[in-house]
């Protein structure tokens, strides 16, 4: 079985910083891509941003500068430092990461349970 764990949410004003956490455990061979969705009440689950195996990343327009997404294969977890916050970010934030478990087929996708990050103003 796999697990994502993920930490980090809470609240923070306007301006301020959080780092957010998704560790994979459990019977896992291989891990690909590594993303943040987030959802907010009332609107459709959006990518955040997404880091490859390789390292590479990719971001939403609204976060580029201020959000950094980073990995570290060896603890199998992904990261996502969110600095500059504003009150448009408060949302459930999900990891979602594509890997092959024991005895699976080939790689599939995987939720994370959800954090809430709520941004006052």
């Known amino acids: 079985q796999v697990q994502l764990v993920e930490s980090g949410g809470g609240l923070v004003q306007a301006g301020g910083s959080l780092r957010l956490s998704c560790a994979a455990s459990g019977s896992i061979v291989g891990i690909d891509s590594m ?16 880091i490859a195996s390789g390292g590479s990343s990719n971001y939403a327009d609204s976060v580029k500068g201020r959000f950094t997404i980073s990995r570290d294969n060896a603890k ?12 448009e970010a408060t949302a459930v934030y999900s990891c979602y990461v594509y890997l092959i478990a024991r005895g699976s087929s080939g790689f599939q996708p995987h939720w994370g349970q959800g954090t809430q990050v709520t941004v006052s103003s």
């Open 35 to 50: 993303s943040w969705f987030r959802q907010a009440p009332g609107k459709e689950r959006e990518l955040v941003a997404t």
């Open 76 to 87: 199998r977890t992904v990261y996502l430092q969110m600095n500059s916050l504003k009150p």
